[in-house]
């Protein structure tokens, strides 16, 4: 049987990483799993599980948001900006 390369923990075959100390078996596989984590938390399923995750939810919560905003582009904050006057507009000449 294989052993961890990091701490000698006798290795699963089916497992891409120690279940003793965490490191992956191999190069690529770690660059892949970094790859699907770093996927992961762009997609909004990401953002949520880390969300409900959190302990503190409030806080995670705005910090996505500021994570969000600060990945926008201008065009895509001016793009808001828009729709957002739109809304308002046809609300106040709704009212
Ligand atoms: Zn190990």
Known sequence: MNKCSVCGHPRNDQAM???????????????????EA???????????????????VKQAL????KLIWAGLTKTGAFALFVIFVFVFALIVSVL
């Open 38 to 56: 770093l996927e992961e938390m762009q997609t909004l399923r990401g953002r949520c599980k880390r969300i409900l995750t959190s302990n503190e």
């Open 17 to 35: 990483k120690c279940p003793e100390c965490g490191s992956f078996y191999s190069k690529i596989t770690e660059i892949i799993a970094e790859q």
């Open 62 to 65: 705005l910090e996505e948001l």
